[in-house]
């Protein structure tokens, strides 16, 4: 064979293979923190800069319908996190505004043509300010009253406004700056949230749907216990939820896949009187002091401490249950972590988001995100 017939006839192999791999080529799956600050400032090394894609600083408030900080330490908070690009060039610093408790003048700022875009202005102000790379929207929820927000029916038409409003003034600060900017937004993991908003609209203006899939049960909010962030759904779940069913909610309603990142907690749920009948699991009980435990607590506290660990293959989910104290805790661990982000990779997800850093101080849960998405962790954080 000639030299010129075997070139030819090697090329004519390698671009095949060239296009199937460009075909496969998958963009790394994002690793979303929240960090929520509360009152307090951020301390040097409390952030791993390395083990991070983006941080979702929580919360701004709005207030005139302007976008404005929530606590005295926020802009030291915001300088700090900043600085970490510094360790981690590729990692992106986004302010979220609303929240649970601070959505609740959301409906009004967005009401009018006029409203949004003093919004967007302030939006667009903040980040200036604080060297911020974007805005994740936390609004709970559109035409929902959320933690008794007020909230109106023409909020499912004004929050896919807002985002686009936003997305085209993002996209014209970046034709003159070169710089991109990000705009994200948290989700409800609802049908109702789904009935609420416009999602096959507004995931055309958004990088990516940080979808909550986690608190599906509460203490308080129901009579019986269950796993708060199942991956699958278990028959014996008399409400059948679980992050699989939301997802496919969402991709149903116009959401791409590559667009969705699964949110996972870092935090657990306990309830107390719980009889003794399957480890508690879907057990009628009763909310006690500090039903709200993060999993540095769990760790430190449960596990090995008189409570037992269970193991639910269906809904890939761990659970604890103390016989003497008649307690069940539901929540994470690196084993149903691991399957989460299997999840991910196997579903083409476009990555995770936890709430929230802080509830992880041992760095065993973010661990397992790295380990299990198969991304390279710089060195820990001290």
Not at 37 to 59: C, K, V
Not at 112 to 135: C, N, P, W
Not at 155 to 177: I, M, P, Q, W, Y
């Amino acid at each position: 064979m000639s030299t010129i017939r075997l070139a030819v006839f090697s090329i004519a192999f390698a671009i095949p293979a060239l296009c199937a791999s460009a075909a496969t080529h998958r963009a790394t799956p994002a690793v979303v923190a929240y960090v929520f600050a509360h009152h307090a400032p951020l301390q040097p090394g409390q952030i791993d800069a390395h083990s991070l894609t983006r941080i979702n600083y929580a919360f701004a408030n709005i207030q005139d319908g302007r976008m404005v900080t929530g606590y005295p330490d926020d802009p030291g908070n915001l300088a700090s996190l900043v600085a970490l690009r510094k360790e981690n060039p590729a990692l992106t610093i986004l302010i979220s505004v609303g929240g649970w408790l601070w959505s609740g003048n959301f409906s009004d700022a967005v009401l009018t043509k006029e409203s949004r875009e003093r919004f967007v202005q302030s939006a667009m102000d903040f980040l200036i300010l604080y060297h911020l790379d974007g805005l994740d929207i936390d609004w709970e929820y559109p035409g929902m009253p959320g933690a008794g927000h007020a909230f109106r029916g023409e909020d499912k038409r004004n929050f896919t406004l807002l985002v686009k409003e936003l997305r085209a003034r993002f996209d014209a600060e970046t034709r003159k700056s070169g710089r991109r900017l990000y705009l994200t937004i948290a989700a409800g993991a609802s049908d109702e949230f789904l009935a609420h908003t416009e999602m096959g609209k507004v995931q055309r203006y958004v990088d990516t749907v940080n979808l909550m899939s986690y608190d599906y049960y509460e203490p308080g909010s129901g009579p019986i216990s269950g796993h708060h962030a199942p991956l699958f759904t278990n028959p014996a779940d008399p409400t059948k939820v679980s992050g699989d069913a939301s997802v496919r909610a969402f991709e149903r309603a116009g959401v791409p896949a590559s667009k969705l990142l699964l949110g996972i907690p870092f935090y657990g749920h306990v309830w107390g009187e719980v009889a003794d009948r399957e480890h508690g699991l879907y057990q009628p009980g009763k909310p006690i002091p500090n039903a709200f435990a993060p999993y540095s607590l769990i760790e430190s506290t449960m596990l090995d401490h008189g409570y037992t660990r269970y193991w639910d293959p269906v809904a890939s989910v761990p659970y604890l249950y103390n016989e003497d104290k008649h307690i069940f805790v539901t929540y994470e661990d690196a084993q149903s972590i691991a399957a989460k982000c299997n999840y991910v990779l196997t579903h083409r997800l476009g990555g995770v988001m936890f709430w929230d850093y802080s509830s992880d101080s041992s760095g065993r849960l973010l661990g397992a995100i790295n380990s299990s998405l198969h991304l390279e962790a710089g060195p820990p954080a001290h």
